[in-house]
């Protein structure tokens, strides 16, 4: 598998052959299946650190770029990972649109239908531009059509959702009820969101790198992450939406590592303790019943000099999951939404990946997706019930950031 490192070099190479590409492209299948053959570079949350910083410029921010009006440095680095992501985003993309063309049933779904399209021109976007990323100019006008495909993809996630929606309500009309045997469209649900976290973790890297500086940050990285603070801001989120819901919600604890700081991606982090909160609270008060005294939901944050993971445990008394569901709530074609509670996040059409406006319980997607977030670099999400008595979630997070990103094919 190709390296960060020696897919800069290739690029440098490639790029100075000044390959252009129109944006008329006749026969875009085949352009889509060469790129597809080309092998994606996986990266690390230490790699993108040191990207950001300009380590593979053999010049750091430290010795360079940090005078008042010096701004070399930093134009190098926008230039170098603008001319990574020329590379690597058309091939990331031709491998997706590849997997939606062949995923059985979901494919003739209208949604994941649409996803395909956005995606085409996305890839077809990229390719409208020269390889070549040689000027301050050239890569302005490149960040301005990256910056475009962020956006187009904000509402994908909710999108492939529902196309999930469509394929049980498709399933269901011809009698069938037992979604855990679609292997295949789970193993492509699992592949095309690990690449999609993939995909926006390299765009929002570039395009917060080129924002004024944030104190602790190196792009969307914090280097001094506060898991007790993330799970803090989690709480008044999931609290919010308890609220809304039932008028009350659970009190939550928090105990172990509260002084913990580690670099990793906060926004990942919020995600999956959100979601983890989120079901808990919810557990919680229709196993206890509305305006009942309530057992405090538990987390805690673990960790030690020698430990190999950060971990965090959520911890409930809200009557637990049966063994015969536990395989289930991976499934991105189960969930215990009301029917019309579906129905109606099917039809919001501007929906993002971290909006608190959704229902506590939607589309059957959160647990899934939060152990994609997770297992991105390297850790991991597990749940363990006791049934009649409450559910333990633990996070797992890897402490030095070094384990590559888990790229499908």
Same mark, same amino acid.
């Given at each position: 598998m190709w390296t960060l490192q020696r897919t800069l070099q290739r690029t440098s190479r490639s790029a100075r052959v000044g390959v252009r590409f129109s944006s008329d492209i006749s026969d875009m299948a085949s352009v889509v299946r060469k790129h597809a053959l080309e092998p994606q570079t996986s990266t690390s949350l230490q790699t993108l650190m040191r990207t950001g910083r300009g380590e593979?410029?053999?010049?750091?921010?430290?010795? $360079?770029?940090?005078?008042?009006?010096?701004?070399?440095?930093?134009?190098?680095?926008l230039m170098q990972v603008a001319g990574f992501l020329r590379h690597e985003l058309p091939i990331r993309l031709?491998?997706?649109?590849?997997?939606?063309?062949?995923? @059985?049933?979901?494919?003739?779904?209208?949604?994941?239908?649409?996803?395909?399209? &956005?995606?085409? !021109?996305?890839?077809?976007?990229?390719?409208?531009?020269?390889?070549?990323? $040689?000027?301050?100019?050239?890569?302005?006008?490149?960040? %301005?059509?990256?910056?475009?495909?962020?956006?187009?993809?904000? +509402?994908? &996630?909710?999108?492939?959702?529902?196309?999930?929606?469509?394929?049980?309500?498709?399933?269901?009309?011809?009698?069938? !009820?037992?979604?855990? /045997?679609m292997e295949e469209p789970h193993a492509f649900l699992d592949r095309f969101y690990i690449s999609r976290i993939g995909i926006r973790v390299l765009i929002g890297q570039y395009l917060s790198l080129r924002q004024q500086p944030v104190h602790n940050y190196i792009g969307i990285i914090c280097q001094k992450t506060s898991p007790y603070e993330i799970v803090k801001r989690a709480i008044d989120d999931a609290s919010f939406m308890c609220n809304r819901k039932y008028g009350d919600a659970p009190e939550v604890i928090i105990t172990g590592r509260l002084d913990l700081t580690f670099p990793y991606v906060p926004t990942h982090l919020h995600y999956i303790t959100l979601e983890l909160l989120?079901?808990?609270?919810?557990?919680?008060? %229709?196993?206890?019943?509305?305006?009942?005294?309530?057992?405090?939901?538990?987390?805690?944050?673990?960790? +030690?000099?020698?430990?190999?993971?950060?971990?965090?445990?959520?911890?409930?008394?809200?009557?637990?999951? @049966?063994?015969?569901?536990?395989?289930?709530?991976?499934?991105? &074609?189960? !969930?215990?939404?009301? @029917?019309?509670?579906?129905? +109606?996040?099917?039809?919001?059409?501007?929906?993002?990946?971290?909006?608190?406006?959704?229902p506590l319980a939607g &589309?059957?997607?959160?647990? @899934?997706?939060?152990?994609?977030? $997770?297992?991105?670099?390297?850790?991991?999400?597990?749940?363990?019930?006791? /049934?009649?008595?409450?559910?333990? $979630?633990f996070v797992y997070l890897t402490r030095l950031g070094n384990t590559r990103e888990p790229l499908p094919i």
């Open positions: 593979f410029l053999h010049k750091t921010y430290r010795d $360079a770029a940090w005078k008042k009006d010096d701004k070399v440095a930093t134009e190098r680095v031709a491998h997706r649109i590849l997997d939606l063309e062949q995923v @059985p049933l979901l494919r003739d779904m209208q949604s994941v239908r649409a996803v395909k399209d &956005l995606y085409t !021109t996305s890839f077809r976007d990229l390719l409208s531009v020269p390889q070549k990323v $040689a000027s301050k100019q050239e890569e302005a006008a490149f960040a %301005d059509i990256v910056e475009s495909i962020y956006e187009r993809h904000a +509402g994908v &996630l909710v999108q492939m959702a529902r196309g999930a929606y469509e394929l049980r309500a498709a399933t269901r009309q011809r009698g069938e !009820t037992d979604f855990t /045997e989120k079901n808990s609270m919810r557990a919680t008060v %229709d196993w206890h019943g509305v305006d009942a005294d309530y057992p405090p939901i538990k987390v805690v944050i673990a960790d +030690g000099r020698e430990n190999e993971d950060v971990v965090i445990k959520v911890s409930d008394e809200g009557g637990g999951i @049966p063994r015969s569901n536990m395989n289930k709530i991976w499934s991105y &074609l189960f !969930t215990t939404a009301d @029917p019309a509670v579906q129905e +109606g996040m099917v039809a919001f059409q501007e929906h993002d990946d971290h909006a608190v406006d959704s &589309l059957g997607y959160g647990l @899934p997706i939060s152990r994609s977030y $997770a297992r991105y670099f390297g850790g991991d999400l597990s749940i363990m019930s006791m /049934e009649g008595y409450g559910t333990d $979630a």
